[in-house]
């Protein structure tokens, strides 16, 4: 079993649609959730942390659920560019630093 | 707007041919991490280092790869010898690690095919 897994997707929405994603880790010391965002043939570029008590972004929010071991993300009113890959990355306690990306899910947003 | 240096960007080789791909991180980022990416198994971590010391490269095929960061405005990753089944993408990215924050910049990537 992978240490953080994502629905590959893809998922297939209409302009203006709500989406949401979610993301499991099994490693219960992780300490720090972010969410990327990766265009095709690009790099990851981060997108927004996800906080324990939520956060919001513009359109995007991001949720911690601790007890269960998951994030998700919540992109409200689609747009076309938001066409790409979002990857959910989980870093462990402790001050390595060291981050673990999930597989990423895909999202096609249609006109 | 800072960037994270990748060379090659693209590599073809052929199989048992070396391969050194060169990353220069962001000045002032103490961790540089080393990932994989491929269709099947995504972004994998394959080492990283904090201050030039290799903290973890478990994630690494020991016998062929090494990665290395001879000094602060250089890491590299070596494939020796080098096969069809490390084709895939290398991306170098850092960070400046501080307790509660790990932000990364990713570099553009290394593509490599190897034939």
């Known amino acids: 079993r992978k240490e953080v897994e994502q629905d590959p997707g893809p998922f297939n929405v209409p302009e203006g649609a709500t989406v949401a994603f979610n993301c499991t880790y099994s490693?219960?010391?992780?300490?720090?959730f972010f969410w990327y965002r990766q265009d095709c043939r690009k790099e990851p570029k981060l997108l927004m942390s996800?906080?324990?008590s939520g956060n919001e972004d513009g359109r995007f929010t991001a949720q911690l659920n601790r007890a269960s071991q998951y994030i998700s993300l919540l992109i409200r009113d689609s747009k076309l560019s938001d066409s790409a890959t979002y990857l959910c990355?989980?870093?462990?306690?402790?001050?390595?630093?060291?981050?673990?990306f999930g597989q990423g899910t895909t999202l096609q947003v249609k006109p | 707007d800072a960037r994270v240096t990748q060379t090659p960007r693209h590599k073809v080789t052929e199989m048992g041919q070396e391969v050194t791909m060169r990353c220069q991180p962001i000045?002032?980022?103490?961790?540089v991490f080393w990932y994989r990416q491929t269709m099947m198994q995504g972004l994998e971590l394959l080492a990283y280092?904090?201050?030039?010391?290799?903290?973890?490269d478990s994630g690494m095929p020991k016998d062929r790869f090494s990665a290395e960061m001879p000094d602060a405005t250089l890491a590299t990753l070596k494939i020796q010898p080098s096969e069809p089944r490390d084709s895939a993408v290398y991306f170098c990215?850092?960070?400046?690690?501080?307790?509660?924050?790990?932000?990364?910049?990713f570099g553009a990537g290394s593509r490599l095919t190897v034939l």
């Open positions: 990215a850092s960070g400046l690690v501080l307790p509660g924050a790990n932000v990364l910049t």
């Open positions: 490693n219960s010391a992780s300490q720090s």
């Open positions: 996800v906080y324990s």
């Open positions: 990355a989980v870093r462990y306690s402790g001050n390595t630093g060291k981050l673990i």
């Open positions: 000045l002032g980022h103490n961790t």
């Open positions: 280092f904090r201050n030039r010391a290799p903290l973890d």
